[in-house]
């Protein structure tokens, strides 16, 4: 609930004819003592209700910005634009563009098999073998 100085306050009672009232008040957070737990209830149907408005109302004026003669300029504005639209081209809807066929999945084919000839050459050049490092143990003389 607010008070006059705009302070907002969660309302908590075991009462179940203030609770009643409370629920027709928009806007107030009740809460309820259930076994030693705090139970936050649901927004009531009035709470819902305000909210409603008050989005329906921020989708008229542009989320609270416009002025009402803005608004109506707006309108008149997008009536307009409908009018011109509506003399010079009927409205067609577009066709969709088909989908291609997609080649294989270069991931999940089998590789070419290599020609003999070129695995001859490759076993005619001598393979260079690697120095070890001597980082790991002692070095030998």
Known sequence: ?????????????QDA??????????????????RGVLLMEAPSAASRGAAN????SKLT????????????????????????????????PKERAKKKAKGANPL????SSTKSSSLKQKDSIPKRRRRSNAKHGTKST
């Open 61 to 92: 004026s542009g989320g609270g910005t416009l002025t009402s003669e803005q608004r109506s300029l707006a309108r008149s504005l997008r009536k307009q634009e409908a009018e011109k639209s509506n003399t010079n081209n009927p409205i067609q």
């Open 108 to 111: 999940s084919c089998k590789k």
């Open 53 to 56: 408005r008050d989005e329906r």
């Open 17 to 34: 004819e203030l609770t009643y009232v409370l629920r027709n008040i928009p806007n107030v957070p009740l809460l309820q003592l259930s």
């Open 1 to 13: 609930m607010k008070n006059k100085g705009g302070a907002l306050y969660f309302v908590a009672t």
